[in-house]
């Protein structure tokens, strides 16, 4: 999408240069994931329970999914 030279005039215009494509997929996209992980384990770790709550339903294809989520007893809650 930044690629586009529509966009890179725009981000000209407000001498802003954003990421390339391959900055986004490679290390800016394991940061953030990295960040997340860490955000998740110690909100897991710092409560004092952890409620498993399942459910099923179909997509429109009509595929059978099961959704898993982790609820804390802070009320944070986390989708597996």
Same mark, same amino acid.
């Given at each position: 999408?930044? !690629?586009?030279?529509?966009?890179r005039? /725009?981000?000209? !215009?407000?001498?802003?240069?954003?990421?390339?494509?391959?900055?986004?997929?490679?290390?800016?996209?394991?940061?953030?994931?990295?960040?997340?992980?860490?955000?998740i /384990?110690?909100?897991?770790?710092?409560?004092?329970?952890?409620?498993?709550v399942?459910d099923?339903?179909t997509? /429109?294809?009509?595929?059978?999914?099961?959704?898993?989520?982790? /609820?804390t007893?802070?009320?944070?809650?986390?989708?597996?």
């Amino acid at each position: 999408m930044f !690629e586009d030279p529509a966009w890179r005039a /725009v981000f000209k !215009e407000f001498n802003y240069t954003p990421p390339s494509a391959d900055q986004i997929s490679s290390f800016l996209l394991e940061k953030e994931y990295n960040d997340i992980e860490k955000q998740i /384990v110690h909100k897991l770790r710092s409560s004092d329970n952890l409620t498993l709550v399942t459910d099923e339903s179909t997509n /429109v294809c009509i595929n059978k999914m099961i959704n898993y989520l982790v /609820v804390t007893s802070n009320g944070d809650f986390i989708l597996l």
